[in-house]
């Protein structure tokens, strides 16, 4: 698979079969994920990487969270600026409409939008997962740099014939996926990432999420005008 293939094909995947990732290909992925750019070569990221008894034992216990209505963890980094601006608002909203509209769930049915994000505490039935740490300590740029890892290794998961899921949504229950993991106390959870093979029975690819067009996003200064 080239570099093309792999960045248009990696897509968030919300549906996995139970076959076992090999951990040869995790130990692949993340040895080769690790020349990702840093700056200063820091390094920031720290990944914990849990499968059979551990993962089976975070998703009992999210799921018992989810299941007895317990609140979320305090935050401890803010996901989206409280009052978020077009155009990225407009994204935003318009990649709920088409999330939750391939479930063929209505935008005022919050119980049943809730009902589908609390797959997110099971990892979407994935064998593997990630779960991704940084320094407190540090600052926007080595979060960055963080986002760069983490993409790198979407992108060699699927040279190993393997998707990913990225999830935010595993910082809210920060404290659950610590009592697993033992992390130290000087590191923060940003998100965890399901990892495994696509499940196409019984759950149909999702539509891909548009892009907006280049001009949108993209200025060339040049001498061609």
Known sequence: MDVYEAVTSRRAVRGFTDRQVPR??????L?????????????????YVLTGGPLAELKKRAGERVAAGDPWDEPE????PPA??????????????????????PREDLEAR???????????????????YIDRDLGPAQWSDVGMYL??????????GLHSCTQ???????????????PPAELLL???MSIGFEDTTTTPPAPRTGRAPLTETVTFVDDLE
């Open 24 to 29: 040869e290909s995790l130990e692949r992925t």
């Open 168 to 182: 935010m949504a595993w910082a809210k229950y920060h404290r659950t996926v610590a009592e697993v993991v033992s």
């Open 114 to 132: 809730q009902r589908a994000a609390s797959a997110n505490w099971d990892c979407f039935g994935a064998p593997a997962a990630l779960f991704c």
């Open 31 to 47: 040895s080769a994920a690790a020349w990702a750019p840093s700056a200063s070569n820091l390094q920031p990221w720290n990944a």
């Open 190 to 192: 940003f998100c965890g």
């Open 77 to 80: 980094y803010e996901q989206y």
């Open 151 to 160: 993409q790198t290794v979407m992108l060699l998961l699927r040279a190993e």
């Open 84 to 105: 978020l601006k077009s155009p990225y608002h407009d994204r935003r909203s318009a990649f709920g409409e088409q999330r939750y509209g391939a479930l063929g769930i």
